[in-house]
């Protein structure tokens, strides 16, 4: 099933301008002369706007959604820099590839070089790296669109709350989905230049040289799977539909696939092993255990269809009657079959989250964009009574009071507690009023070392994977029975200045903490609970001893005689 024009589309024509010969042919025009200034100027005005948007996104992100973007990214490229970070089981086993996460170390050391490696910067400049590559996604976004499409519809590609959300973490999946954007307009720009008619492309297929945008394509999806190797199940499905319709299928996989394929395999795999300190083939340890041992079950499973029913339709919120819309419209089979082979194939597997399904996330945008294109041409023909609003019109707002609220609220304000939390440890560190920390919570639920950035010791609940079935990991017995578990395992707990927790297990070890502890902050965290009980507010407390110490002398003899006057 080849990529196809728009125009030659079975069943009845798209709105004009939306898929006509004309436009076609204009947009054929187009491909074969990629140099056109305004057409660079075009691009670039779409990536300076892509630029600051997401740098404001960036900035904008200040919440906790999951553990990987601190704990197998940031705090890996912290430990490489700055000689100190946690290693979680994972990088035990050898199932993470060093590739992700040397990506921020650079960012790390030049922080370094430079002086700026504050509690600011530390915890901000990691996502607005990775706002940079979020813009380039939008951008290939954007080209993908008008490549398949047409301009029209690359306009109407709108960003989602979720995108707003996700993008621009330091998540390994937030980087798959920019690859995986980016590595598909290769492709298709390989299609297309295959089935072109310049005398370029005439030559070309007389060679039988391949494009170098599909070798630029394959070597993209070969970085996609370094850094998440189940990346696989997309560049299969489109590897394979042209395959099957490939005249030189030998060449094609043993002068393009295998020799790019080995060696971004040799170099990551010269990496994993310098860095692990043995030899180490990170995708297969991985492959071994999420798909074939289902290790991934561990930490949850889930019902098949909760892609389909919960999971994909919250991601794409409002925008799915759109995106539905503009598929059946478009009938563009190719990239909707995309989309339906990754959610079918990740809804095998036990265990499932959102992030995994983010990489064609993007694809429904440019489906919904489709449709809105359609609803601005029929406006373009029609009348509207006066003072009466178009469907198209009607349809933005909706879009906009669905998606910029949903956007806002969780990025600003759900589950932000414990990034706040780790942000204020870290600026009483560096004042010196911090020695060692306890965080008595369900594992990695606050960011670690590489948002603390000092050198002191620390100590969270443990939820290593057990080889034997049955037996419960120190998270899981905590939240059991919090009281008991604090006294057999940490006794009085004196041997730590400060411990975190959450309000709701707060009230079951009060009575241990309130003889040598006391409350010094609280921070809010959720106003409804996830998956555990509602966990409203993050709260700190502090040994009584250590309450005045690192201050100045002259204030703490202050505070002390005012205490003795109280007193008597």
């Not at 009845?12 to 004309?22: A, K, N, V």
């Not at 700026?116 to 996502?127: E, I, K, N, T, V």
């Not at 010196?432 to 008595?440: E, I």
């Not at 079951?508 to 609280?522: A, G, I, P, T, Y």
Request: aromatic share 14%; hydrophobic share 45%; proline share 5%.
């Amino acid at each position: 099933m080849s990529h196809r024009r728009r125009s030659n589309a079975a069943g009845p024509p798209p709105p004009e301008g939306i898929g006509d010969s004309s436009t076609a042919e204009a947009s054929s025009t187009e491909k074969e002369r990629p140099d056109l200034p305004w057409v660079l100027g075009s691009e670039r005005r779409v990536l300076a706007l892509a630029l600051a948007f997401r740098a404001a996104n960036a900035l904008l992100v200040r919440t906790y959604f999951n553990p990987d973007e601190h704990w197998q990214c940031l705090e890996v490229a912290h430990r490489i820099i700055f000689g100190y970070g946690h290693l979680t089981w994972e990088w035990k086993r050898g199932l993470r590839s060093y590739l992700h996460p040397f990506i921020f170390a650079a960012l790390y050391k030049i922080l370094s070089l430079l002086h700026l490696d504050s509690p600011w910067f530390m915890a901000m400049a990691p996502r607005l790296l990775q706002s940079v590559f979020a813009s380039f996604g939008d951008l290939y976004l954007y080209k993908l669109s008008k490549l398949i499409f047409n301009n029209h519809v690359a306009q109407w590609a709108l960003v989602n709350w979720f995108m707003f959300f996700c993008i621009t973490r330091t998540l390994s999946n937030s980087m798959e989905t920019v690859l995986t954007v980016t590595g598909l307009y290769y492709w298709f720009v390989a299609i297309e230049s295959v089935k072109g008619t310049s005398v370029v492309s005439k030559q070309r297929a007389a060679s039988k040289q391949s494009p170098p945008s599909r070798k630029m394509a394959l070597l993209i999806a070969a970085l996609a799977c370094a850094i998440r190797p189940t990346s696989a199940i997309t560049w299969l499905y489109v590897g394979l539909l042209d395959f099957i319709q490939m005249k030189s299928k030998s060449r094609f996989l043993f002068l393009e696939v295998v020799p790019l394929g080995v060696f971004v395999l040799a170099v990551t795999t010269f990496l994993d092993s310098w860095m692990y300190g043995s030899r180490v083939i990170v995708p297969l340890n991985f492959l071994k255990f999420n798909l074939f041992s289902s290790g991934g079950d561990y930490y949850g499973t889930h019902v098949f269809h909760w892609y389909f029913s919960q999971g994909f339709p919250s991601m794409i919120w409002t925008f799915l009657p759109f995106s539905i819309s503009g598929i059946l419209k478009s009938r563009e089979w190719r990239l909707a079959g995309l989309i339906v082979w990754v959610l079918v194939v990740y809804s095998i597997l036990g265990h499932k989250e959102f992030r995994f399904v983010l990489p064609v996330l993007p694809f429904m945008f440019m489906f919904s964009g489709y449709n809105l294109a359609a609803m601005a041409q029929l406006k373009g023909k029609g009348r509207n009574e006066k003072g009466r609003l178009s469907r198209l019109q009607l349809s933005v707002i909706l879009l906009i009071l669905t998606n910029v609220p949903m956007a806002l609220y969780m990025s600003l304000y759900h589950q932000r507690g414990t990034e706040d939390v780790m942000l204020y440890l870290s600026r009483e560190a560096h004042d010196g009023r911090v020695k060692s920390v306890l965080f008595l919570m369900p594992c990695h639920s606050t960011p670690y070392y590489s948002t603390l950035h000092y050198n002191l010791p620390m100590r969270f609940l443990d939820c290593t994977p057990s080889e034997n079935k049955g037996i419960l990991d120190e998270s899981d017995r905590f939240l059991m029975n919090p009281a008991d578990f604090v006294g057999e395992v940490f006794g009085n707990l004196s041997s730590f200045s400060h411990i975190v927790l959450f309000e709701s297990e707060e009230r079951h070890v009060k009575l241990l903490l309130r003889n040598s502890f006391q409350e010094v902050r609280r921070f809010f965290h959720s106003h409804f609970k996830v998956d555990r009980d509602l966990q409203s507010s993050v709260v700190v407390y502090s040994q009584k001893s250590h309450m005045y110490q690192g201050l100045p002398a002259k204030p703490l003899l202050q505070t002390q005689r005012y205490l003795v006057a109280s007193v008597s």
